[in-house]
Every structure is written in structure tokens, then in C-alpha cells.
């Protein structure tokens, strides 16, 4: 059976080349995307056990410290080490990030100073002989720093400069996305910048590591309800983060590997079809040899495994293959993990999952096969030397030639499509299939790099045009209303976020003096609160607690709580399942006298530049830092923006070779079993053309049906399929736009690009003579 399987893989080698392809394809996406999906399980879990870092850190002033805090860190149940260390606090300052300048808190440690939780480790190579130098996360060697670059950081309008020495990784400290960067400068160059700074910039890092991941999350909360005072402050002085919160950053890495299952599951399902038509196909091909075998004794069973054993020696290499060459695409994905995360993507060899890969497809390979070869089973030897015929056909004839109107290479055309109805039904299905999933991922790309509102929507986060915090001691009121006054300014608002602790759980509370003035609203059920006795929530906060909009809830900050009504659900990747809204007014029911710090400020026809420039010179004193906002976005957006273009490309590229390999595999095994009705068409006077031209009208109606309704449903599902991938992260409501122009010159390029490949590939009817029949 080995012999006549090798023989038959030799006898279609072209076939089996393109099959080969496709499982490569299919087990390489498959790879990647479930490799991607079991290391960011524990991938933040790893790295701290790796690095000995903190599952929970907080920094504060050091002016606002109490020996309680560290107490309370040392005596919490599961706590199996913490450590008070000394720092510099810096709580806006202003650093250079992917050629744009933002805001966020830095802290300054000591590098020569010894350390049992979180030590220096450097990545790569390092200059620590360097006067000047400074250690920074490696999160920001993707925002363009190397080895050697001049960093700078502005603090209360002045600058400081050093040289980068070397990167290292950080869990909770190493990006921005969690407000928060952590810097190591060599003890001279320390002590010379804290006593320049003064005792006002003293700042306190508590660091704490727990037995289980899981319990930094309740490590947090229970010492929000402990020491609420830290999170009701109005400045920034204070910052606390763990490994949920870390984690919630990587979800574009989780919808770029669930996206990459998905597709390789278009393309397994694309294989499977073309193999169950390859088998029904020579079956009928072969029906007098599988005649001649039964009648020289080989079962049913014997002939069955031959077929099996055909696409196995299929199958088994190239989902190896597509395996191995995984690890080549793997660095790829892990620049944008390291990215996003601002750790090294921890590479190695994966065993458990390449060995899945390989059986999950080596198995439906099987599955299909054996399910194909049934009609085996069932053939008599008599029948089958016949070649199949019956001695009776009641098929009825859908396209009577003597009846129908119409060029005669058409009415032929069309009865070849309408003689093989499954055929055409899987050339659709497959063609649908790879349509939907490109129109998905340029739907995605779309609204991430070109008109990105539904995107921040989606993330949960405003678009000014410049952000204001305001300094401790000043009435972010009163400055409010001075910018609003300013030329240029379309509308301004406060919006700031406290932590606040909602039926136990910890929740990231988001307040405003008008939510009406927001760009990107996140409520998509009612509306946002009004009044003070209102507040809104997201999904997942709702979902978790079983509440819905006009129910109560009660929300608290240390001892004060206070019975809200809920008047909208909101969504927010950002927030995820821990997120909330409240008025200026109703945040005075927890925190008596607190006021946002934090303004947006809109502007009309002024450049950003100027304003910031005009700003700064009239309310200088007033203003911690302001920030360029949409430079801002447009910098941390980057790395999304690469990982989705790179999904699009990889879809775009394999849809096209899914689309070639296809038709090649159909019009190839067409020919052959139409071998005889072309060489008597040929005799009677038909050119190769018009036969090309009959092969291609035969199957661009079905093409141009499964493309047009891939394309159809990428229209109307696309959202839907975005809500089911991300609602467990929070999403009900997904409002991508949907660009039909765009979407249309794809379905316009597909049907080219098929008529085109139907055309070159049916060119091998040029081998087809008459002559050639008739010496068979």
C-alpha cells in the first residue's frame, strides 16, 4: 500500500505540491496564534519570577509616607517578601518618546545600591563606565532609544540630560502604558540630581512579592479600603499598579493571535475541501484501476489506507514544516509584544504546541480522507471497470442546447457549472470564507491607522488635542474657565480618574464637569450621569455585579459611601471590566472638596504648538505639565498599528495564495477528467482560447458569488465578530467603520486576480489534441 500511495503522490505531483502548500500555511498561522495564546497566560507570571520582580508596587511622596504602609505590605497573608526603598519621585515630568514629548511620573533609583526584590538586570550590552549615564526599561528602546543616545526629561521647566547606559525590564514600571517609568542613574550622578531636585521630590517605592499571582489583585484592594486618603488625592503624588493591570495591556496581542487562529482555520477548512474534492475527483478518475484491484483480491479496507496513507505522506511533512518554520515568523511577534509590554518576548522551543499543531492537522487530514473514500466501499468491481456507468442515467438535463439562448462556449460553460453543483458549492464556501477574512483585518486596519475614532472608542480613551495637569495647590476651576477664554479653543473639560471601591471591588473611576464635551463617548446603553446621585459603569462591572442601567449600586472611598444610580453602561479595553463614571458633583459625596486635576482642551484652527506656547507663558506657574496629545497617542499607537498591518498583510498575501493554489488544484483536475470532451472540441474546430474562455466562464460566476459574499458579510458581521472576540475583555458594542470603497477594489482585486490565474492555468489545454486522444 506504501508503494502505490508514493505512486499515486507521483502521478499528481502538482497536486500534492499545492496541498502541501496550504497545510504549510495552515500549520504555520496555527502555530503562532496558539503560541502566542499559552505563553501570555503566564507570560507576566514568568517574567517576574524570571527578573525577581514585584507582583505590587506603589509609589508615593515621600512626605506622604507612613510606616503603616510598609507594615500592612510585611503582615498581609501570601506576602512572601517587600521592600521600602528610598527614590526620586518626580510626578509630571516630560520625556521624549517616538519623537513626540508626553507626560507621565517617573521614578529615579539608585543603581549601585543593593536590592532583593526587582535588581538592576541589564539586556544586552551596557556602557556603566558612563559619567552621565542612565539605565532605562527596554520598553523604550522601541521608542528609538539605543546605546549611547542622549535622554532628556523636563521637570518643572528644566531640563536634564544623561546618556543611556544600558536597558532593562520592568513588569509594572517598564512602559508607558501604566503612567509610570522607572530610571536607574549610577550613585554620583543621584545624589548629585536629588539634592539639586530637594526634599520635595523625596519619593517612597514599596515593592512586594505574593506566594500566587492572584493575590496581588486582593493585595491592592485591601489597601485602597485600609488607606483610602492615598487614592482620594488630588495631585498625581501617588501610584500603585500590579500584574492585572499589566496584563490588561497585552489584549491587542491576544486579538492578533485569536485573528490568526481564525484564518488558519479558514485555510484548514480551504485544505480539507480541496482534499475531499481531489479524492472524489480521482476516484472517478481512477475507477477502472480501483476496478482492476478489487477484482485481483485487495479489499475495500487495503484500498481505502493506500488513499489515506497518500495524504498522510502529505500532511504529516507540511504541517512539520509549517511548525518548524514558525519559529523563523515568532521574532516578528515578539518585537510587537515587546512592545506593548516592554519585556523581551522569551522565544525557546515550545514542544507541547508544536506537537498539537502537527496532530490537530494530521488528524482532520485523516478524518476527511476516510470520510471522502467511503464511495470505495461501496463500488463493485463490475461497476467500477465501467467506469461508474449505470445502465440507467434519469439525471435530468438542466440546459437543453437546442433550447437555450446564448453563445454556444457560454450554454457549454454554463452546463459544466450546473453538472457540478457540490463542486461549485465548495469553490464558493472557500472563496466566501477568505473574502470575509480579508475584509476583517482591512476593516481593522482601516479604523487603527486611518480613522482611528471607532478605535479609541473602542480603547476607552479621549482624543484633546492637548492635555493640562494642573499643579498641586491650584484651582483647576478657576483655570478651566481662563482657558476657555483663550483664541483658538473650541471647548475645554476637566476629566480625571480616582480609585474607588464598588460592592469590593476595585475600580478605576473616571469624573468630569461635562461629559458632553467628550469626542470619543464610551456609553453605548443610556447615558452618562447628570447629576450627583448618578454614575455609569462598564459592562464587565455590571455583568460581574448583576446590575443593569436604573439599579443602585454603592460606591466607596475609605469610609465614605454613597448609593448611585446607574444610568448608562459604557465599554473600554482600557478599563476593561473595572471601570466608572462619575459628575465633579457626585465625587463630592466620597471626597469632600476634591477637584479634577487633569483638563482637556479642544482646539479650533490653532496649531498645538502655539497654544502650548501661549498657555505656558500665561498660566505657567498654574500648570504642572501640558502635553501635545495627539502626538502622544500617535507614538504609543504605533506598535498596535504595526501588529494590525502585519495581520492584514500575512491574511491579504495567503488569501491570494489560497485563491491560485485553488483554482489551480480545480481547473487542473477539470482537465483531466474533461480530457476527452476537449480533444473532441478541438477536432470540431474549437481554438485553446475559446476553451480557456469556457473554463473561466465556467467558474467566475461561482467565484464572483463566494467573493461578493465574503464580502458581504465582512459588511455586516464585522463588528459582530470584533464584539465575540473581546467580550470577555469588556466589549459589547464594537462600531468600526466600515469602508465600502475599500472593501469593494478588494472584492474587484480577488475576481481580477482569479479570471487572471483561471486563464494561465487552463493554458495547459494547449497539450490537449486529438490526435493524442486517439494514440492513447
Known amino acids: 500500500m506504501a508503494d502505490l500511495a508514493i505512486a499515486n503522490i507521483r502521478q499528481g505531483k502538482s497536486a500534492a505540491i499545492s496541498l502541501f502548500v496550504l497545510i504549510f500555511a495552515a500549520s504555520l498561522l496555527l502555530n503562532i496564534g496558539m503560541t502566542i495564546t499559552s505563553s501570555m497566560n503566564s507570560f507576566y507570571e514568568d517574567k517576574v519570577d524570571e527578573l525577581h520582580d514585584a507582583h505590587v508596587s506603589m509609589v ?72 552621565d549615564g542612565m539605565y532605562i526599561p527596554y520598553g523604550l528602546k522601541a521608542g528609538g532609544y539605543q546605546l549611547g543616545d542622549s535622554i532628556a526629561f523636563t521637570y518643572h521647566n528644566k531640563t536634564y540630560r544623561y546618556r543611556v547606559a544600558g536597558f532593562f525590564e520592568s513588569a509594572l514600571m517598564g512602559t508607558t502604558k501604566l503612567a509610570m517609568l522607572k530610571f536607574y542613574l549610577p550613585d554620583a550622578a543621584y545624589l548629585q540630581l536629588s539634592a539639586e531636585l530637594g526634599p520635595a521630590s523625596d519619593g517612597i517605592l514599596l515593592s512586594a512579592q505574593v506566594r500566587n499571582s492572584e493575590q496581588s489583585g486582593s493585595l491592592l484592594r485591601d489597601f485602597h479600603k485600609q488607606f483610602p486618603q492615598l487614592y482620594a488625592a488630588a495631585d498625581s503624588g501617588f501610584w500603585s499598579a500590579n500584574l492585572d493591570m499589566a496584563d490588561s495591556s497585552m489584549m491587542t496581542v491576544h486579538v492578533v493571535a485569536l485573528i490568526l487562529i481564525a484564518f488558519a482555520a479558514v485555510i484548514v477548512l480551504a485544505s480539507l475541501l480541496v482534499i475531499k474534492f481531489h479524492i472524489t475527483n480521482g476516484i472517478e478518475e481512477e475507477m477502472v484501476n480501483i476496478g482492476v484491484l478489487k477484482a485481483l483480491g485487495y479489499t475495500s479496507l487495503q484500498i481505502v489506507s493506500s488513499i489515506g496513507l497518500q ?51 494530521v488528524l482532520l487530514v485523516l478524518a476527511v480522507t476516510l470520510l471522502s473514500s467511503r464511495r470505495i466501499h461501496m463500488l463493485h468491481p463490475a461497476a467500477a471497470l465501467r467506469r461508474g456507468i449505470q445502465p440507467h442515467n434519469f439525471r435530468r438535463n438542466p440546459l437543453p442546447l437546442d433550447q437555450a439562448a446564448g453563445g454556444l462556449s457560454l450554454l457549454l460553460a454554463c452546463k459544466a457549472m450546473l453538472a457540478n453543483r457540490r463542486h461549485n458549492l465548495m469553490i464558493a464556501g472557500i472563496m466566501a470564507a477568505i473574502t470575509f477574512a480579508s475584509v476583517f483585518s482591512v476593516v481593522l486596519y482601516y479604523n487603527a491607522a486611518e480613522d482611528k475614532t471607532a478605535f479609541f472608542q473602542l480603547v476607552g480613551a479621549e482624543t484633546p488635542d492637548i492635555g493640562i495637569q494642573v499643579a ?35 475600580v478605576t473611576t473616571e469624573i468630569s464637569d461635562d461629559y458632553g464635551k467628550l469626542d470619543n463617548p464610551t456609553i453605548y446603553e443610556g447615558r452618562y450621569p447628570q447629576y450627583d446621585n448618578e454614575i455609569a459603569v462598564t459592562r ?23 448609593p448611585f444610580l446607574i444610568t448608562g453602561l459604557n465599554q473600554s479595553l482600557h478599563r476593561g471590566n473595572h471601570g466608572a463614571s462619575l459628575t465633579m458633583a457626585g465625587v463630592q459625596h466620597l471626597v469632600p472638596g476634591h477637584q479634577g486635576m487633569s483638563i482637556n482642551v479642544y482646539l479650533e484652527d490653532t496649531a498645538n504648538a502655539d497654544f502650548i506656547h501661549a498657555a505656558e507663558s500665561a498660566y505657567g506657574s498654574r500648570i504642572q505639565a501640558i502635553t501635545d496629545v495627539n502626538q502622544s497617542l500617535e507614538s504609543q499607537s504605533e506598535g498596535y498599528i504595526t501588529a494590525i498591518f502585519a495581520v492584514m498583510a500575512v491574511i491579504v498575501a495567503i488569501t491570494a495564495l489560497v485563491v491560485v493554489l485553488l483554482l489551480y488544484l480545480v481547473i487542473n483536475a477539470s482537465l483531466i477528467k474533461r480530457k476527452r470532451e476537449f480533444g473532441i472540441l478541438k477536432a470540431i474546430g474549437y481554438t485553446t482560447f475559446q476553451l480557456m474562455t469556457q473554463i473561466a466562464l465556467c467558474l467566475m460566476p461561482i467565484v464572483i458569488a463566494g467573493i461578493i459574499a465574503g464580502g458581504v458579510l465582512g459588511c455586516l458581521y464585522t463588528n459582530s465578530v470584533l464584539k465575540l472576540i473581546l467580550f470577555d475583555a469588556g466589549l459589547s458594542h464594537a462600531r468600526f467603520i466600515i469602508p465600502v470603497p475599500l472593501i469593494t477594489k478588494l472584492c474587484i482585486a480577488m475576481t481580477v486576480l482569479a479570471y487572471v490565474v483561471a486563464l494561465l492555468v487552463s493554458r495547459r489545454i494547449k497539450r490537449i489534441t486529438a490526435y493524442g486522444l486517439i494514440m492513447e
Open 60 to 131: 508615593m511622596n515621600k512626605a506622604d509616607f507612613q510606616q503603616p504602609y510598609a507594615d500592612f505590605l510585611n503582615g498581609y497573608p501570601g506576602v512572601i517578601g517587600s521592600v521600602t526603598e528610598q527614590m526620586i519621585f518626580l510626578p509630571a515630568a516630560t520625556i521624549r518618546y517616538n519623537n513626540n514629548d508626553f507626560s507621565i511620573r517617573l521614578a529615579l533609583l539608585n543603581a549601585d545600591s543593593r536590592r532583593d526584590i526587582a535588581p538592576l538586570k541589564l539586556v544586552g550590552e551596557s556602557a556603566s563606565g558612563m559619567e
Open 472 to 506: 498641586p495647590g491650584h484651582d483647576s476651576g478657576e483655570l478651566l474657565k481662563r482657558i476657555e477664554q483663550m483664541p483658538g479653543v473650541e471647548k475645554a473639560n476637566i476629566l480625571d480618574y480616582i480609585t474607588t471601591s464598588i460592592e469590593g471591588q476595585l
Open 311 to 361: 495524504y498522510m505522506l502529505i500532511a504529516l511533512p507540511a504541517s512539520a514544516a509549517g511548525t518548524a518554520v514558525s519559529y523563523a515568523a515568532m521574532p516578528a511577534f515578539g518585537a510587537v509584544l515587546s512592545f506593548v509590554t516592554g519585556l523581551l518576548w522569551p522565544g525557546g522551543i515550545h514542544t507541547g504546541t508544536d506537537l498539537l499543531t502537527v496532530l490537530i492537522m
Open 540 to 562: 464587565g462591572l455590571a455583568r460581574q455585579l448583576g446590575k443593569s442601567v436604573g439599579d443602585t449600586i454603592h460606591a466607596g472611598l475609605g469610609e465614605a459611601s454613597y
